[in-house]
């Protein structure tokens, strides 16, 4: 162990792991258009991973379209400053006089392939894998949307793992579908492929240029950022363009085919192999930073194509959002109307039930449904592996699994298996035995939930190595990325194997002396949900070794494409928001840490309240009293109903009391932890209903809040979140409300200072949120005297480009003329200034922000605020 520290303690000397010199920002430039903190996409949405959880994730990303700070009404530049692109940025009027703008010097017309040379005739790039998942192969293989752009996702994070780069094939997005064989993934990419041909089509404008090009003798090629290899692309190009347009294209070059992107070296590779100097090269593309920055850089002279002007891209976002909707709309049968069953009505009927206690509401009546479906069903899908031969295990999954277990002895009046001490965190931890293990891991984690000092506890590297580790990573432009590289470190690697080995000896131990395992077994592992992990890791460490299949089944399961092998649940849903229902299905004791010698579990303290255990026993005893009910009641009547039934009344029952929670429930559960192992705080609260008001006038309604905080809010609030994500709308803060504020700043340092006009969108109860830059060195004056006589500055907060909060700078204003009680100011007169300081940071090299958050009070009258689109 001294050892690895001293070499890991070496390298934080010489470690520049991709590190950049910071460059340096200029005040205009972060209200240029296209400032944006964003991840190159290439040419098309394929790098696109999926909506960033806008609605009910636990974290998440910057939300609110940093990118669009003001639309062109809502800002007042100084008249010196100039349009950072102004020579740089064509629009479709312009492509047929370009040739003639650059004369004679260029030789070779390079053209971006994506909504540039082809478009697509959907509203959105991935709107394609809808109509994928309508394609008859699509549609005999379950695909959906989701599952497609979720697939990309881990795609893309496994391939750096595995050879350093970040270009990936179809090949590999479609081998994170673990269920399929590998001839259904081939006909899946076939089939997207072919999917991409019918929607595609040529834009007019650039095969004139190419034919325009060609008569001039200018080579013409054409370069993408693209999963579709050379092979792939010019099917679909061949499929579009006319022939002679076709045959004037000399070269097709896709990012996969060389490693690396237009972001990176694939230009560097155009300008060798075209074999002419780079500012000969006119390349013109619909990405700015791919297209136009990146070659920009290398002497290439490089257009950035913008399809439409901000409000022409805001009216096509809002009528995709409609086109999502419409089907509210659409009367039977264009729309789907699904039967709404309700079997449990008449248990309801004769059950004492008196006094509605909240209890017998989440127990009784949600709970006891949900759980008499899922011992139904398992019941069902043991009987069906008992009739094919198999000999079949029950492992009820302790903590979580263990009302799921009493719940099925009540249904079928006998034990139906065994609890078993297993969690998903000794599962993936005992799994690690190659390089390519620890890669399998690390692919798995969803940038919005990587935790450096999380995942090293699960690697089971010491404190004292990951606080080295995640020192190096730190001087890096990419912390997680560089985390992930020193992953691989050999001396970091081996203590990863060591130490999972030993967990992995102690792990047998216990299975092999509690479980009595015999050779052909077929293992139930059953669990609240949710993708099957500890499922997955188990079958992947042990399948061999004690040669016996490795089943789940569980209440709520995941679509995601990567779920777990032989996988089955009572639910299929793409968010897990059941968190509550596992606290009501856990037992009293600690959380299992490890396995001792002889392989006897090691449960840590109790950490969660004994109100909280109380509260669940009662729940636990109202789940298992309906049960019994039920049972009784249906055999007395002679009914059995469809397991579709059953299950459907289920998913409703478990929707209601996550989404739609009475008063009673709310107060019930509002001090309900978990307890989450692998984060140093490890009790986390469920849900923050006194913060629910709070955090929605700070963010777009009703953007990152859980479903019972929503619901504390209003049902209109939880509707809403529910539409948006179902639908994946792409909404942000000004279309949920025309509402705005004005508010006049000036940024300033030593050398220049300049105003500007901006716009405060509102979001609740009367409050305004606006994102300010940072620049380092400069202050920033609010002139709240111009606007106001009274307002409420609740918070201004430094933020990062992930929105953690790095100070707040609220408390340490410089007041001009502005009389100050705790959050309300009064400005005193007109020229009324409130001075954010200048705060120093440590280097870095991503944007920061102040998110000022505040709501105006009495405005100034003399000075009223302008109507849309007229500021002056």
Known sequence: MQLILERLAAKIKQAHIDQQSPGSLRIEDMFAPDFVPHISAGDDVYRFIGHSDAMFPYGGRLTEKINQWQKPEDRLLSSNVRHTNHNTQITAHDIPTILDDFGASVKVL????????????????????????????????????????????????????????????????????????????????????????????????????IRLAHTRGIKIIVVSDMYLREGELRRLLARHLPADAMQAISKIYCSVDYGTSKSHALFQIVIKECGVPASQLLHIGDNDVSDAQAPRKLGVRALHFLQFDREVADFLRLQHAASSLIVLEQPDPEAVVLPCY????????????????????????????????????????????????????????????????????????????????????????????????????????????????????????????????????????????????????????????????????????????????????????????????????????????????????????????????????????????????????????????????????????????????????????????????????????????????????????????????????????KDFEHDNFREPDRKKTIYHLESAGKNARCLPSPSRLGPYETRSLGLDFTFSGLVQRRFQLDLGPEDMNVRFSPLKISIGSIHESKVFLLRAHHLHDGYFSMMLPYISGTSVKMLLGEHYEWLQIEDIQLLNSERSVCRNVSISLDLKEINREGEIYQCLSQASVATIRPVELQQFNAPHYYNMIFRPLVSRTSDPPPSRGNSQ
Request: aromatic share 12%.
């Open 110 to 209: 390079s053209l971006d392939c994506f909504d540039t040379l082809l478009w697509r005739n959907t509203a959105t790039p991935k709107d394609v894998f809808a109509v994928l998942a309508n394609n008859p192969v699509g549609r005999r293989f379950g695909i959906t949307p989701h599952q497609r752009i979720s697939a990309a996702a881990r795609a893309y994070r496994a391939k750096p793992l595995e050879n350093g780069s970040r270009e990936i094939d179809i090949g590999d997005i479609y081998r994170i579908f673990r269920s399929l064989s590998c001839e259904e993934r081939e006909l899946l990419a076939e089939a997207e492929i072919r999917t991409e041909m019918n929607v595609c089509f040529a834009f007019s404008p650039y095969v004139e240029l």
């Open 342 to 669: 309700s079997p449990f009505r008449p248990i309801f009927s004769v059950a004492n039930l008196q006094p509605y206690a909240p209890e017998t509401v989440t127990g009784y009546m949600s709970f006891g449904p949900l759980l008499y479906a899922y011992a139904r069903f398992l019941m069902d899908e043991v009987e069906t592996l008992q009739q094919q031969g198999k000999r079949v295990r029950v492992f009820f999954l302790l903590r979580g699994a263990y009302l799921l277990s009493a719940a099925c002895e009540a249904y079928a009046g006998k034990p139906v298996g065994t609890l078993v001490r297993i969690r998903n965190f000794v599962a993936v931890a005992a799994s690690f035995k190659t390089r390519a293990d620890v890669d399998y891991y690390i692919s798995g984690i969803k940038p919005e939930t990587d935790d450096l000092h999380a995942t090293a506890k699960q690697l089971l590297i010491p404190p004292e190595v990951t606080e080295l580790l995640i020192r190096i990573a730190h001087q890096c432009d990419d912390p997680r990325t560089a985390f992930h590289r020193l992953l691989h470190d050999d001396d970091v690697l081996e203590l990863i194997f060591k130490n999972s080995f030993a967990l992995r000896a102690r792990l047998m131990r216990y299975m092999s002396k509690e479980l009595e395992l015999e050779h052909g077994d077929t293992i139930i592992l059953a669990d609240t949900g949710y993708i099957g992990s500890t499922q997955d890791y188990l079958a992947r460490t042990f399948k061999e070794e004690f040669k016996v299949d490795i089943l789940g089944r569980y209440v709520v399961g995941s679509d995601e494409p990567y779920r777990a092998a032989n996988s089955k649940a009572l639910i299929t849903s793409p968010w897990w928001h059941c968190r509550l229902f596992e606290q009501c299905c856990t037992v009293k004791e600690g959380t299992l840490v490890d396995y001792d010698s002889y392989g006897e579990p090691v449960l840590g303290d109790i950490i969660l309240s004994d109100k909280q255990y109380e509260k669940v026993a009662n729940v636990q005893a109202e789940c298992l009293r309906f049960i019994n009910d039920a049972k009784t009641f249906f055999a007395k009547a002679s009914v059995t109903h469809e397991y579709s039934i059953l299950q459907r009344a289920a998913h409703a029952a478990l929707f209601r009391q996550t989404y739609m929670p009475i008063e009673a429930e709310l107060e019930y559960f």
